[in-house]
């Protein structure tokens, strides 16, 4: 194979969008190409191997924050095996700030920024044209979207059957949140919408239930967002037997009354909104240039939650200038009264060619020098509140965001979420001396030892409550803490042919969430 396109993905169930589009573009040579995918996990001369006996000419990596490391060794290696092996490099990891890193020395082209078009011309010129490029790095061509190829064709069977198909309908973000790559988009761009929909027909078709979009701003424009909600609501209508789910990122302050409409007609459990909020603090706000408009965004986040099943999947960053651990607590408390889902608790991470370097005076800031570029302290926050609020977002999605202590959590956070799930966080470290890899079982048993002896809850309250987590969980025996284990079917989950059935069921029997 003359041409490889390869990346390490951070698991198997992550399928590059990035590498299909590049293998879709490449025209005439796109029967020269295949696509490479790794994870982070394998071992290195097994991916050398690989690559090895394929013998190409040309291959082209693409580079993240979760792959750097890795991909950086295996290039390395690479080199010394193949010394004549041309190779490229390109994606956000690589596309700023790329001259001091380890690799570029080793590499003979890098493309910084998109790279659909400006592979292709690299390809056709060495191996058509037997040309060498003129110039190592090649800034990125951005074309109008309509020039470049859908790659949805390329992904197979086995992506359909059992992997994250990722599906963008526009690039681009018109916000410029300095922490985000998004920052450097002068506006947002949306693809055509009719061979879009014909290529989402086309994975329909295929047997795929799960889209997921990356777009940063899908709903950003209403006709655009509708017609594609459409499509979707058609596909559900002639086939109700077959659910789908559909994932989308929303500005959280662009929520028309028509899209609430449409939005309402989904069946429960078919829709996830990701919804970036960042903080609340409205000083933050401005010096990070983000333009969320707070009361616009809570009175939607609100709406859906008291009108909609729809999962929501709310993030809030650690580290932002000028924000200290009061001023988080508060927003936290804040969203939490939204009701969405999941809030999701980043750590502020200082990704190459982003805006938000320019506070690193004022704001003393710190920030790991190893991917992902993690905040190791600012003027506002320490390294030891740093390293608590790491623990913090584990345990949150260890507990509050897993879905297994659905009963308990109102009463773990009562009125105070924040400073309640804060002592049970300190606890638990205490407790487990770690915030990963711990036991189901083990972690049932530390947070009722917690709520019982050290916050002095009444051990009938915890004990109910916990019960029905314990048995939602499915894990075989019963723990003596609990006391007797009650009749299962008091807190059985609904079966998958009642949920079929629930969302099979005509609109006019779901519309009892808009009163």
Request: charged share 25%; with cysteine.
């Amino acid at each position: 194979m003359d041409i490889l396109l390869i990346t390490l993905n951070a698991r198997y169930a992550h399928a590059s969008l990035g590498l299909r589009y590049l293998k879709a573009n490449l025209y005439e040579l796109e029967d020269r190409a295949e696509i490479l995918e790794f994870t982070i996990q394998q071992n290195r001369e097994s991916m050398l191997e690989e690559i090895h006996k394929r013998s190409p000419k040309i291959v082209s990596f693409g580079l993240y924050i979760w792959n750097f490391n890795e991909t950086t060794a295996l290039i390395q290696d690479l080199r010394a095996l193949m010394p004549d092996l041309i190779i490229n490099i390109g994606g956000p990891e690589v596309s700023y700030e790329y001259e001091t890193i380890a690799i570029f020395p080793l590499v003979d082209y890098l493309i910084t920024e998109w790279g659909d078009v400006s592979f292709y011309q690299l390809a056709k010129s060495i191996l058509l044209e037997g040309k060498p490029w003129p110039t190592k790095v090649i800034k990125g061509i951005e074309p109008p979207l309509e020039e470049i190829k859908l790659p949805y064709y390329l992904y197979n069977e086995e992506d359909i059957a059992h992997r994250t198909v990722y599906i963008e309908a526009s690039r681009g973000c018109p916000f410029k949140c300095e922490f985000c790559l998004s920052s450097l988009d002068r506006t947002a761009w949306r693809f055509p919408l009719e061979p879009f929909l014909e290529a989402m027909e086309d994975l329909y078709q295929r047997g795929l239930r799960q889209f997921k979009f990356v777009d940063r701003t899908f709903n950003l424009k209403k006709d655009f967002t509708l017609a594609i909600l459409d499509f979707f609501l058609d596909k559900i209508a002639n086939n109700p037997d077959e659910p789908l789910f559909l994932h989308f990122e929303l500005v959280p302050d662009y929520l028309s009354d028509e899209l609430k409409a449409k939005i309402l007609e989904f069946p429960d459990g078919s829709l996830q909104f990701e919804i970036g909020i960042q903080t609340l603090n409205t000083t933050t706000q401005q010096l990070i240039s983000r333009r969320t408009n707070l009361p616009v965004a809570k009175e939607n986040i609100s709406w859906l939650s008291k009108n909609t099943d729809v999962h929501l999947h709310v993030d809030l960053i650690v580290g932002l200038p000028d924000e200290d651990l009061t001023s988080f607590a508060q927003g936290f408390d804040e969203l939490w009264s939204w009701e969405p889902q999941e809030i999701q608790v980043g750590i502020l991470k200082r990704l190459k060619g982003v805006p938000i370097i320019r506070h690193s005076q004022e704001f003393e800031y710190r920030f790991s020098q190893v991917p992902p570029y993690s905040i190791l302290q600012n003027r506002d926050m320490p390294f030891t509140t740093v390293m608590e609020m790491e623990r913090f977002a584990k345990f949150w999605d260890s507990v509050a965001n897993s879905g297994r202590f659905k009963a308990i959590l109102p009463i773990i956070l009562e009125k105070q979420p924040f400073k309640h799930f804060s002592a049970l966080s300190q606890s638990l470290y205490q407790t487990f001396g770690r915030s990963y890899g711990i036991a189901l079982d083990r972690l049932f048993r530390a947070i009722f030892d917690y709520l019982v002896n050290e916050r002095a809850l009444p051990e009938e309250v915890v004990r109910e409550a916990m019960c029905e987590d314990f048995l939602r969980t499915g894990i075989k025996g019963w723990p003596k803490y609990l006391g007797d284990r009650p009749d299962a079917l008091l807190f059985a989950r609904e079966t998958p042919a009642e949920q079929a059935a629930k969302q099979a069921l005509p609109q006019r029997q779901r519309q009892h969430r808009t009163g």
